[in-house]
């Protein structure tokens, strides 16, 4: 709607005020599909599905005096469509190491905030198909709901890519499979232990770490082979883990591996925040964006030596967590902070940000093959930003029966994030090796 203006939500605004030229705050996001994707379709796709149905994609936050001092999203009167959207082509061989290069230069790179602040790369060459790399601040919206955002660009049916829908409302039946969004993660629930859990929230503490560096403008991003999902279902049958427990599980081993590899051969847990969808699948309507998540603090079994131990303590953990009320306490905390002084705003958020290592997201996708613009999509990562001295950003992502694992590290800290790779590789080997065993026994 043409001259549409809203004031910018402090839980919002905290994002703004959150950005440091070492740690941005965007969200960045990579789509892998088989074919070359043309850029005038694709162009065409976010003008009908992505623009004209979601106000805040022409907007910028810009300070305003009237009708009261604050921050309001405001029609961007200069908007071009074309300025957001990069066409590339890799250079040869067109490799994972030419893509995480190209990544790797924009990932301290800034938003335009005098423009809304999103872009997206269409990236020829990768492999023989075409990789999309988004960007998109976090004021915008929080991860689930850009997640679901970006996936309405894709149908199941190829031959829709040429007949885009009309209307309003979420169309195509992949949205009800994204409405399933975290669904792996824990949720909010009793809240008969809140004081208890506000003083963990205070008073834990993050344990020194090879890990734990001052933040650099340096990063990086690697990714894992898929996983089969299949491959887990022994696994899963003998353990009664889930798949986010066991994808956890085998992140903490890969974090132990590495921290042997940097001289820990007896490291503590890795603290490391995970976003809840605060929202629930019945609630999201098709305009709502924003940021309506909350963190909660998980220590990955990095300390438990077995493959084994460390599943079981991960279940344990994550079983834990979906009974606390630590998801809505932070939340609470997030709005919060969204009306103290901005500088205020930004020690409290570093404040408890300092208390983890890294983040972890992990997203349930749609289980049925979809398309873009009529080419299979193969692959998906999407990253959430790392907040203070934190090192790492792990994405774990379910799509077509598969797990697809990256890692986006602070390259001062860590160096050498393939071995985070081999790490989780090995991991999750050692633990579908174990599960016949663990059946009989």
Same mark, same amino acid.
């Given at each position: 709607?043409? #001259?549409?203006?809203? +004031?910018?939500?402090?839980?919002?605004?905290?994002?703004?005020?959150?950005?440091?030229?070492?740690?941005?705050?965007?969200?960045?996001?990579?789509?892998?599909?088989?074919?070359?994707?043309?850029? $005038?379709?694709?162009?065409?796709?976010?003008?009908?599905?992505?623009? !004209?149905?979601?106000?805040?994609?022409?907007?910028?936050?810009?300070? *305003?005096?009237?009708?009261?001092?604050?921050?309001?999203?405001?029609?961007?009167?200069?908007?071009?469509?074309?300025?957001?959207?990069?066409?590339?082509?890799?250079?040869?061989?067109?490799?994972?190491?030419?893509?995480?290069?190209?990544?790797?230069?924009?990932?301290?790179? $800034?938003?335009?905030?005098?423009?809304?602040?999103?872009?997206?790369?269409?990236?020829?060459?990768?492999?023989?198909?075409?990789?999309?790399?988004?960007?998109?601040?976090?004021?915008?919206?929080?991860?689930?709901?850009?997640?679901?955002?970006?996936?309405?660009?894709?149908?199941?049916?190829?031959?829709?890519?040429?007949?885009?829908?009309? #209307?309003?409302?979420?169309?195509?039946?992949?949205?009800?499979?994204?409405?399933?969004?975290?669904? #792996?993660?824990?949720?909010?629930?009793?809240?008969?232990?809140?004081?208890?859990?506000?003083?963990?929230?205070?008073?834990?503490?993050?344990? !020194?770490?090879?890990?734990?560096?001052?933040?650099?403008?340096?990063?990086?991003?690697?990714?894992?082979?898929?996983?089969?999902?299949?491959?887990?279902?022994?696994?899963?049958?003998?353990?009664?883990?889930?798949?986010?427990?066991?994808?956890?599980?085998?992140?903490?081993?890969?974090?132990?591996?590495?921290?042997?590899?940097?001289?820990?051969?007896?490291?503590?847990?890795?603290?490391?925040?995970?976003?809840?969808?605060?929202?629930?699948?019945? *609630?999201?309507?098709?305009?709502?964006?924003?940021?309506?998540?909350?963190?909660?603090?998980?220590?990955?079994?990095?300390?438990?030596?077995?493959?084994? #131990?460390?599943?079981?303590?991960?279940?344990?953990?994550?079983?834990?967590?979906?009974?606390?009320?630590?998801?809505?306490?932070?939340?609470?905390?997030?709005?919060?902070?969204?009306?103290?002084?901005?500088?205020?705003?930004?020690?409290?958020?570093?404040?408890?940000?300092?208390?983890?290592?890294?983040?972890?997201?992990?997203?349930?996708?749609?289980?049925?093959?979809?398309?873009?613009?009529?080419?299979?999509?193969?692959?998906?990562?999407?990253?959430?930003?790392?907040?203070?001295?934190?090192?790492?950003?792990? *994405?774990?992502?379910?799509?077509?029966?598969?797990?697809?694992?990256?890692?986006? +590290?602070?390259?001062?800290?860590?160096?050498?994030?393939?071995?985070?790779?081999?790490?989780?590789?090995?991991? +999750?080997?050692?633990?579908?090796?174990?599960?016949?065993?663990?059946?009989?026994?």
């Amino acid at each position: 709607m043409p #001259g549409h203006r809203s +004031v910018v939500r402090p839980v919002d605004d905290v994002w703004l005020e959150m950005d440091q030229p070492d740690n941005l705050m965007v969200i960045e996001g990579l789509m892998v599909v088989d074919g070359d994707l043309d850029r $005038a379709t694709y162009v065409e796709l976010l003008r009908e599905r992505l623009v !004209e149905r979601f106000p805040r994609f022409r907007q910028r936050a810009a300070w *305003s005096w009237w009708p009261y001092p604050s921050r309001w999203w405001s029609d961007d009167p200069d908007f071009d469509l074309e300025r957001h959207v990069l066409d590339v082509t890799l250079p040869e061989p067109g490799d994972d190491a030419a893509l995480q290069d190209h990544v790797a230069r924009y990932l301290s790179r $800034a938003l335009d905030q005098q423009r809304p602040p999103w872009e997206v790369h269409v990236i020829h060459g990768y492999h023989g198909g075409t990789a999309v790399y988004t960007r998109l601040h976090h004021a915008l919206a929080d991860g689930t709901a850009l997640f679901k955002v970006i996936m309405s660009l894709a149908d199941e049916d190829p031959l829709r890519a040429a007949r885009p829908p009309s #209307g309003g409302g979420w169309s195509f039946p992949l949205l009800r499979a994204a409405a399933h969004t975290v669904k #792996g993660l824990p949720g909010a629930g009793r809240l008969v232990t809140a004081p208890a859990v506000a003083e963990h929230l205070v008073l834990a503490k993050r344990p !020194e770490s090879p890990l734990a560096v001052a933040p650099h403008h340096d990063k990086r991003v690697v990714w894992a082979a898929p996983i089969d999902v299949a491959e887990l279902r022994p696994l899963r049958r003998a353990t009664g883990a889930t798949v986010t427990d066991v994808v956890m599980s085998a992140l903490a081993g890969s974090l132990r591996r590495w921290l042997a590899t940097h001289g820990d051969d007896d490291p503590d847990d890795v603290p490391t925040m995970v976003p809840v969808d605060l929202r629930g699948a019945e *609630s999201m309507r098709p305009d709502e964006l924003g940021n309506q998540f909350a963190l909660v603090l998980l220590d990955l079994p990095a300390s438990v030596g077995s493959p084994l #131990g460390r599943l079981v303590e991960t279940s344990t953990r994550m079983r834990a967590i979906k009974e606390s009320p630590e998801a809505w306490l932070t939340y609470g905390l997030l709005q919060g902070m969204g009306f103290l002084h901005p500088r205020v705003r930004v020690l409290a958020t570093d404040f408890f940000a300092r208390k983890a290592t890294g983040v972890t997201t992990s997203v349930r996708g749609p289980d049925a093959p979809l398309h873009l613009a009529g080419l299979p999509i193969t692959r998906l990562w999407g990253w959430a930003p790392m907040s203070a001295d934190q090192s790492f950003s792990t *994405s774990i992502i379910g799509y077509g029966g598969q797990v697809h694992v990256g890692f986006k +590290v602070d390259a001062t800290a860590v160096p050498d994030p393939e071995v985070l790779v081999a790490g989780l590789a090995a991991e +999750v080997a050692a633990m579908t090796t174990l599960a016949p065993a663990t059946e009989a026994g």
